[in-house]
Nanobody, 127 residues
Framework: QEQLMESGGGSVQAGGSLRLACDAPKYSYYAYSYSLGWFRQAPGKEREGVAAIAGDGETMYADSVKGRFTISKDSTKSISYLQMTSLKPEDSAMYYC???????????????????WGQGTQVTVSS
């Protein structure tokens, strides 16, 4: 049973925008002592870290999405958002939300650093 639930995926043309949301009700018990992240996986490729927000609010991004994607967190509702703008066809993938207790740091890009995962939401960007 997934602990996290993503929503907001869909199809969009290149240059468009989408906002993904991740609901992590289990983590509402941990106040600010948890981190949320987003990963993506395209067919035939490894899962890669896209963005993360640590318990102290620090944000981290993959170089490929810097300046285009913004991660945020509503700690009162344990929900993370990934605002994606200027989307490119290469952004097409299944996007997964991840969560872990504590404040994640340099290891955020590694899937093994995260404890809980959502089922994924598909993002398709057409040229």
């Amino acid at each position: 049973q997934e602990q996290l639930m993503e929503s907001g995926g869909g199809s969009v043309q290149a240059g468009g925008s989408l906002r993904l949301a991740c609901d992590a009700p289990k983590y509402s018990y941990y106040a600010y002592s948890y981190s949320l992240g987003w990963f993506r996986q395209a067919p035939g490729k490894e899962r890669e870290g896209v963005a993360a927000i640590a318990g102290d609010g620090e944000t981290m991004y993959a170089d490929s999405v810097k300046g285009r994607f913004t991660i945020s967190k509503d700690s009162t509702k344990s929900i993370s958002y990934l605002q994606m703008t200027s989307l490119k066809p290469e952004d097409s993938a299944m996007y997964y939300c991840a969560a872990v207790r504590g404040s994640i740091g340099w290891s955020w890009k590694y899937p093994t650093s995260w404890n809980d995962w959502g089922q994924g939401t598909q993002v398709t960007v057409s040229s």
